[in-house]
T-cell receptor, first 113, second 113 residues
Framework: DQQVKQNSPSLSVQEGRISILNCDYTNSMFDYFLWYKKYPAEGPTFLISISSIKDKNEDGRFTVFLNKSAKHLSLHIVPSQPGDSAVYFC????????????FGKGTKLSVKP | GAGVSQSPSNKVTEKGKDVELRCDPISGHTALYWYRQSLGQGLEFLIYFQGNSAPDKSGLPSDRFSAERTGGSVSTLTIQRTQQEDSAVYLCASSPGYYQPQHFGDGTRLSIL
């Protein structure tokens, strides 16, 4: 039973446009959410996080939105750049799991020049 | 370097052999995690160390898997009597503590023949 779901295995976007990556979760106890970017043969790189007391967090071109009632979060990248092409993982945690992360299966983003 | 360091980067071994994977976390990070990523899957939590507390072993798939963390720093993940289903990328992460982003190493790609 997947607690964190990324339903789109891939997404293709034109350079300069907005990329929107989506993530759904089932456990209402989750209170900390993160996005990671992963290139082949490298470990995941932390991008941005949000706690459940907020509904939006912004860092440069990256914004994460959290909708607790819908158990949904999204990552917006504006403007998208070819270097953003990678696999993006959504992850969640809650105090009861002592901080270990539960990951989605990832969405492969391709940004075309 | 200042990042999480894992060794070896690649390991090929025969079924039934024991393997040891090493992780050097970021200096000062009290929390250390092991995950694995099988082909086409998201990251799966294995074990978590926090300071001097007893580790959270709830993600270990069988008693063939064990891990230790010496002196609150370096960690070793040991897999005994390896099986082909153990083939995966094993990732280590560290963080400064609760609800802080985890920073990953580049992983060890383990292949069991």
């Amino acid at each position: 039973d997947q607690q964190v779901k990324q339903n789109s295995p891939s997404l293709s976007v034109q350079e300069g446009r907005i990329s929107i990556l989506n993530c759904d979760y089932t456990n209402s106890m989750f209170d900390y959410f993160l996005w990671y970017k992963k290139y082949p043969a490298e470990g995941p790189t932390f991008l941005i996080s949000i706690s459940s007391i907020k509904d939006k967090n912004e860092d440069g071109r990256f914004t994460v939105f959290l909708n607790k009632s819908a158990k949904h979060l999204s990552l917006h990248i504006v403007p998208s750049q070819p270097g953003d092409s990678a696999v993006y993982f959504c992850a969640s945690s809650y105090g009861g799991s002592q901080g270990n992360l539960i990951f989605g299966k990832g969405t492969k983003l391709s940004v075309k020049p | 370097g200042a990042g999480v360091s894992q060794s070896p980067s690649n390991k090929v071994t025969e079924k039934g052999k024991d393997v040891e994977l090493r992780c050097d976390p970021i200096s000062g990070h009290t929390a250390l995690y092991w995950y694995r990523q099988s082909l086409g899957q998201g990251l799966e939590f294995l074990i978590y160390f926090q300071g001097n507390s007893a580790p959270d072993k709830s993600g270990l798939p069988s008693d063939r898997f064990s891990a230790e963390r010496t002196g609150g720093s370096v960690s070793t993940l040991t897999i005994q009597r390896t099986q082909q289903e153990d083939s995966a990328v094993y990732l280590c992460a560290s963080s400064p503590g609760y609800y802080q982003p985890q920073h990953f190493g580049d992983g060890t790609r383990l292949s069991i023949l």
